[in-house]
């Protein structure tokens, strides 16, 4: 069912501000909203587009929700949503590094703890949900744990891609004799020419931005080619990113290193994507392009290439996953993602969160009212953060 541009615009606008946590905190509201709540796609659908977002360079969260947009409204529909879910945590940034002042004081720990514990508590609801649905047999729970013991072992973006194809095999294997199941397709609402469209968008890009600086281009090239390099060549979501962005602006001394930093500590305290440092590295820039426009050029350079990736990829993957050995393979998949979230649980969302009895009953009191009372997630957002101001102050 096609949805008007306007309307997706709005969905993803209300998710852009309140979507705390980062990127597999993302994963969980998008579950809530598209799979619980309005019913979009299924379990198994929505499983099946992490994974492909999940193999593919850049932004997994912002790649899901583009991917979800394109679903409703076609390439206009998935732009609506990337704008949608990126405008608020960008305009946050821009704001930040325009301010004179700083952020600090035990008030701003405090809610930046809280928004801390809230995420605990979204993903554990995606993990349990997610968990009943994708893996109800022993096999699969199976492939499950062994992805959480992967992810754990290898904590980066190789580590993510080995439990994925890990489970893939493991699927094709042990599911074999499961009957197929062509339910649940995420329609795509664009054609095969604008797929080989983008595919060769992002390889002409991606060649021909550093021939354009080692030509000589301008500062401006320069910039996009940084940012456009940086989002093209990253796994594993936002935190990866980080030093690749770090190298292309700080070692070149476009950026100084403690503007870097706080522009970091800042965009964990924003809702929406982590990529979003872009815009306020934009802003900073020694020279110009900088300010506004700096930030639109960063911001639009480091997300276009996970954006065109995820464009390329959609027409093909339906007839794909229709075909019997890859809805095995992708039966294995869908627990192996499982079982990644259930290792983001534990790291970097429940260490980085969870530092005594107090954050531990916050977190608790979260979960419970989002999966048992089912209250809105910008509601749970609020009074979790209010927990994490409370505990600050004792």
């Not at 969260?61 to 879910?85: D, E, K, M, N, T």
């Not at 930040?96 to 995420?119: D, I, T």
């Not at 910039?223 to 936002?238: D, H, I, M, P, S």
């Not at 260490?351 to 809105?376: H, M, R």
Request: charged share 10%; glycine share 12%.
């Amino acid at each position: 069912m096609r949805e008007h541009l306007g309307s997706i615009f709005r969905i993803f606008l209300a998710l852009g501000l309140t979507s705390f946590g980062g990127p597999i905190a993302h994963l969980g509201y998008y579950r809530r909203e598209f799979v619980e709540r309005r019913k979009w796609l299924t379990e198994a659908a929505y499983a099946d587009l992490v994974a492909l977002c999940q193999f593919l360079p850049g932004p997994a969260s912002s790649q899901v929700s583009y991917a979800l947009g394109v679903s409703r409204g076609g390439i206009a529909g998935g732009l609506a949503a990337w704008i949608g879910f990126t405008l608020p945590s960008a305009v946050l940034m821009v704001g930040f590094a325009y301010a004179s002042g700083r952020l600090g004081g035990p008030l701003a720990a405090g809610l930046l703890h809280g928004l801390k514990l809230v995420a605990v508590a979204v993903v554990a609801q995606a993990v349990w949900g997610m968990a009943r649905t994708l893996c109800p047999d022993r096999e699969r729970a199976s492939i499950a744990v062994l992805a959480t013991l992967v992810v754990t072992v290898a904590a980066t973006a190789v580590g993510q891609i080995a439990a994925i194809a890990l489970g893939g095999v493991l699927g094709l294997w042990l599911g074999r004799a499961e009957p197929t199941d062509a339910a649940g397709r995420l329609p795509v609402m664009m054609s095969r020419r604008a797929a080989w469209i983008a595919l060769a968008a992002f390889g002409v890009l991606l060649v021909g931005l550093p021939l354009a600086v080692s030509g000589g281009a301008g500062r401006g090239v320069a910039e996009v080619e940084a940012f456009y390099r940086a989002g093209a060549l990253v796994f594993g979501g936002g935190h990866v990113v980080l030093p690749l962005l770090e190298a292309a602006v700080v070692s070149p001394g476009w950026v100084s290193h403690d503007a870097f930093l706080a522009g970091y500590g800042a965009a964990q305290a924003v809702p929406g994507p982590l990529f979003t440092l872009a815009a306020y590295l934009g802003v900073v820039m020694s020279e110009p392009p900088n300010g506004v426009a700096g930030a639109t050029l960063c911001l639009v350079a480091v997300f276009l290439p996970g954006l065109l990736l995820v464009t390329g990829a959609l027409p093909f993957w339906d007839a794909f996953r229709r075909r019997a050995a890859a809805q095995a393979a992708m039966r294995g998949v869908n627990a192996a993602v499982v079982g990644i979230l259930l290792a983001a649980l534990y790291q970097p969302v429940w260490t980085s969160a969870v530092k005594g009895p107090g954050d531990f009953v916050v977190a608790l009191v979260a979960f419970v009212l989002l999966v048992v009372w089912a209250l809105p997630s910008w509601s749970v957002v609020l009074l979790t953060a209010l927990g994490g101001v409370l505990l600050a102050g004792r």
